[in-house]
């Protein structure tokens, strides 16, 4: 079964104006990574955060993570039309060794 | 730099053919290999893991196969395609990057499997 929960499953936004996504999971884990994909592509790594950490900063992104909650945020500030594409989180189950369980994403669209 | 290949990058093919998709990774050793598949719209359901050359883990069962003849070599098979084994199938890597193991996956670009 899949292991993380994306919200909201789809997202319109003006370009300027800041996207947020949210990811939910089941089982503790040893870190969360966010991914991006364009369409008909393969995935690329955006940011990871461990479970000690809270938040993490990567140029325009901020990724928090509450484990009390298994969950997990995405911001994309100052959104662009590039960055239309579909963001998934991908989580690293304690005990699974590097074996990454994705949601089913959050598609963005950037209108500019 | 480590790279990844995946072939073919799309193919047509009806029911009850087999099927042979290939990923390679260069500029790494022993790295751990993934076959994911990925229906429209939808996330990636993971496939099968592997840790080495024969260590192969398979995730769901599923009428799919994969092999691991050489440390950089992962290939997925089937004897007899369904309807059901369309989609769109992502190979990955992971392991050491400059000296690091960071947990972060590289993808290949993906091979569309249609299955008529």
């Known amino acids: 079964s899949q292991q993380g929960e994306e919200d909201p499953q789809a997202l319109s936004i003006q370009e300027g104006e800041n996207a947020t996504m949210n990811c939910s999971y089941k089982?503790?884990?040893?870190?969360l990574q966010w991914y991006r994909q364009n369409s008909g592509r393969g995935l690329v790594h955006l940011i990871l955060?461990?479970?000690?950490?809270r938040e993490k900063h990567s140029g325009r992104l901020r990724v928090t993570l509450d484990t009390s909650k298994k969950s997990s945020s995405l911001l994309i500030t100052a959104s662009r039309a590039a960055d239309t594409a579909s963001y998934f989180c991908a989580t690293d189950a304690i005990g699974n060794t590097g074996k990454l369980i994705f949601g089913q994403g959050t598609t963005l669209q950037v209108k500019p | 730099s480590q790279t990844i290949h995946q072939w073919p990058a799309t193919l047509v093919q009806p029911v009850g053919s087999p099927l042979s998709l290939e990923c390679t990774v260069e500029g790494t050793s022993n790295p751990n290999l993934y076959w994911y598949r990925q229906a429209a719209g939808r996330g990636l359901q993971l496939l099968f893991y592997?840790?080495?050359?024969?260590?192969i883990s398979s995730e769901v069962p599923q009428n799919l196969s994969a092999s691991r003849p050489q440390d950089r070599q992962f290939i997925l098979s089937s004897k007899k395609l369904l309807l059901s084994d369309s989609g769109f199938y992502l190979c990955?890597?992971?392991?050491?990057?400059?000296?690091?193991?960071?947990?972060?996956?590289?993808f290949g670009e993906g091979s569309r499997l249609t299955v008529l």
């Open positions: 592997s840790i080495g050359i024969d260590q």
């Open positions: 990955a890597w992971s392991g050491l990057l400059q000296g690091l193991n960071t947990g972060e996956l590289f």
């Open positions: 955060i461990r479970s000690n950490e």
């Open positions: 089982t503790s884990i040893n870190n």
